[in-house]
C-alpha cells in the first residue's frame, strides 16, 4: 500500500466514524486503567503507547509486566479486529487511527513513541504525531 492510499484509507476510516468509535473506549481500554500493575508501570515510564496501536516497552519489563502488557495488546488486537472489520478496513489501518489517538490522549508524563521510533515524554504541549493521523 502507497502512502497516498494509506493516507485516503486512514482518512476514509475517519469519516466512516471510526474516530467516534475509538475514542468510545473499548472494554480493554477500562479494564487496563483497573490493573496496578500496568498503572504503575505507566507511571513510572516502563511503558508507553506506540505509534501502531499498541503498548510497547521504554524499558525491559519483568516477567509479570510483560504478562499484563501482552494480555492488554491481546485485548486490544481484538477489539481493532472486531472494530475494523465493522468499518470494512484492516487491522493495521484501525490499530494505527487508535494508536493516533491513544498518544494524543497520554498526559503530561507519560511515554509514547515518537514519529520516528524514538520513547518520548509527554510534555504539557501536544506530542509528536505521526502525519497519517486523523
Avoid at 477500562?30 to 516497552?57: C, F, H, I, T, W
Avoid at 487511527?97 to 491513544?102: F, I, K, P
Amino acid at each position: 500500500m502507497t502512502m497516498v492510499s494509506m493516507r485516503k484509507s486512514i482518512a476514509a476510516l475517519a469519516g466512516a466514524g471510526l474516530v467516534l468509535s475509538v475514542l468510545a473506549a473499548p472494554a480493554p481500554a477500562a479494564a487496563q486503567n483497573r490493573d496496578p500493575a500496568y498503572a504503575a508501570a505507566r507511571a513510572s515510564g516502563q511503558v508507553g503507547e506506540k505509534m501502531d496501536g499498541y503498548l510497547g516497552y521504554v524499558t525491559p519489563a519483568a516477567p509479570a509486566l510483560r504478562a499484563v502488557v501482552e494480555d492488554i495488546n491481546i485485548k486490544r488486537k481484538a477489539v481493532y479486529a472486531e472494530k475494523a472489520q465493522a468499518n470494512k478496513a484492516t487491522v493495521e489501518e484501525y490499530a494505527l487511527t487508535s494508536g493516533c489517538l491513544l498518544i494524543a490522549h497520554t498526559k503530561p508524563g507519560e511515554k509514547y513513541q515518537a514519529p520516528d521510533g524514538s520513547w518520548q515524554t509527554r510534555g504539557d504541549g501536544p506530542p509528536l504525531r505521526d502525519s497519517r493521523c486523523p
